[in-house]
């Protein structure tokens, strides 16, 4: 069975930074395709960073230089650094992985990142 637990997220000041992580099982997060998804009250759920099995990464423009996604063979997970928050994202954070033979898509259940001004 997939399971996909984030932590990590919280209440910071614009400026500040979080780490996001998305502890996996049930697969193998180094050979899975790794994405960070948000969610904004009244907003569609957009897609922030994925890292592929061979590492490559990719961002949304509003977070390029200021998120990283990694992650960590050994232990499974897979992060999301974020730097410089603005308080435009403000949102539920999730994680996601997809089975590519059956196309079925897991979630995590998201973890509140809240930036004031």
């Known amino acids: 069975q997939v399971r996909l637990v984030e932590s990590g997220g919280g209440l910071v000041q614009a400026g500040g930074s979080l780490r996001l992580s998305c502890a996996a099982s049930?697969?193998?997060?180094?050979?899975?395709?790794m994405n960070w998804y948000r969610q904004a009250p009244g907003k569609q759920r957009e897609l922030v960073a994925s890292?592929?099995?061979?590492?490559?990464?990719n961002y949304a423009d509003s977070v390029k230089g200021r998120f990283t996604i990694s992650r960590d063979s050994d232990k499974n997970t897979v992060y999301l650094q974020m730097n410089s928050l603005k308080p435009e994202d403000t949102a539920v954070y999730y994680c996601?992985?997809?089975?590519?033979?059956?196309?079925?898509?897991?979630w995590g259940q998201g973890t509140q990142v809240t930036v004031s001004s």
């Open positions: 049930g697969i193998i997060a180094s050979i899975n395709t």
């Open positions: 890292i592929t099995s061979g590492g490559s990464t």
């Open positions: 996601n992985t997809g089975n590519a033979l059956t196309k079925i898509q897991y």
